[in-house]
């Protein structure tokens, strides 16, 4: 009995001893570790990171991304060029489309409204001859460029009508309506070649200035 009462003792005192190393490791992680043993859920990777972000960041819009990595008005080889022609001496307009010209294409705006002003300036011959005076950029987009074209044929003045007329043998010039006398010469019909003094005798028709005083000094004495 006695030595039953031993072991049972025995057991006891490395029980309790037991217990006491628990509490005592217990207290030394809470004083040390105040969060352990503390339960924390992690959702999956692909849901942490789904948006492209690290957690406590927030995801960028699609929208903002596109604005950044894109710029829509940028001319393309697909860009319809669209092209107004307006004649003020008719007030009539015609439109047509054509292929971009490849020296606008990766224009924006600002690029290609410089460039339409450099054409305004200094436009190519055909254009000079048609009576070219400004372009105007009407539109402008990726998909579609307008711009209009202003034209006016500059009309030079009539020429002053002239009458050379042989009266007491020398030369007259008479306006056009032959009653009022422009310039009395010194130029003698008679020293004139014949065909000449034929035309003079049946009054010589001769427009402009310029063309009546070259003709006087190559006749004049």
Same mark, same amino acid.
């Given at each position: =009995?006695?030595?039953? $009462?031993?072991?049972?003792?025995?057991?006891?005192?490395?029980?309790? +001893?037991?217990?006491? $190393?628990?509490?005592?490791?217990?207290?030394?992680?809470?004083?040390?570790?105040?969060?352990? +043993?503390?339960?924390?859920?992690?959702?999956?990777?692909?849901?942490?990171?789904?948006?492209?972000?690290?957690? $406590?960041?927030?995801?960028? @819009? +699609?929208?903002?991304?596109?604005?950044?990595?894109?710029?829509?008005?940028?001319?393309?080889?697909?860009?319809?060029?669209?092209? *107004?022609?307006?004649?003020?001496?008719?007030?009539?307009?015609?439109?047509?489309?054509?292929?971009?010209?490849?020296?606008?294409? +990766? =224009?924006?705006?600002?690029?290609?409204?410089?460039?339409?002003?450099?054409?305004?300036?200094?436009?190519?011959?055909?254009?000079?001859?048609?009576?070219?005076?400004?372009?105007?950029?009407?539109?402008? &987009?990726?998909?579609?460029?307008?711009?209009?074209?202003?034209?006016? =044929?500059?009309? *030079?003045?009539?020429?002053?009508?002239?009458?050379?007329?042989?009266?007491?043998?020398?030369?007259?010039?008479?306006?056009?309506?032959?009653? @009022?006398?422009?310039?009395?010469?010194?130029?003698?019909?008679?020293?004139?070649?014949?065909?000449?003094?034929?035309?003079?005798?049946?009054?010589?028709?001769? &427009?402009?200035?310029?063309?009546?005083?070259?003709?006087?000094?190559?006749?004049? &004495?």
């Amino acid at each position: =009995m006695k030595f039953i $009462g031993r072991v049972s003792l025995f057991c006891i005192i490395g029980l309790l +001893g037991f217990a006491a $190393g628990i509490a005592s490791n217990s207290v030394y992680m809470h004083l040390f570790y105040p969060n352990w +043993g503390e339960s924390r859920e992690f959702e999956p990777y692909s849901q942490e990171f789904k948006d492209g972000t690290l957690p $406590g960041e927030e995801a960028d @819009s +699609g929208d903002s991304l596109l604005t950044d990595s894109r710029n829509p008005d940028i001319i393309t080889c697909d860009t319809v060029f669209s092209i *107004e022609e307006y004649d003020r001496n008719t007030d009539s307009t015609a439109e047509h489309e054509e292929a971009i010209p490849g020296k606008y294409i +990766g =224009m924006d705006r600002p690029g290609f409204i410089d460039a339409m002003a450099a054409y305004e300036l200094s436009p190519p011959l055909e254009e000079q001859q048609r009576g070219l005076i400004s372009v105007e950029v009407l539109a402008f &987009s990726a998909e579609r460029v307008r711009i209009r074209k202003n034209y006016q =044929m500059i009309e *030079e003045p009539a020429q002053e009508l002239f009458y050379l007329v042989a009266e007491n043998h020398y030369i007259t010039v008479y306006r056009e309506d032959m009653q @009022s006398v422009y310039l009395y010469t010194d130029i003698c019909v008679e020293n004139l070649p014949v065909y000449l003094q034929e035309e003079i005798i049946q009054r010589k028709l001769i &427009s402009g200035e310029s063309t009546l005083y070259h003709f006087l000094e190559s006749y004049s &004495s």
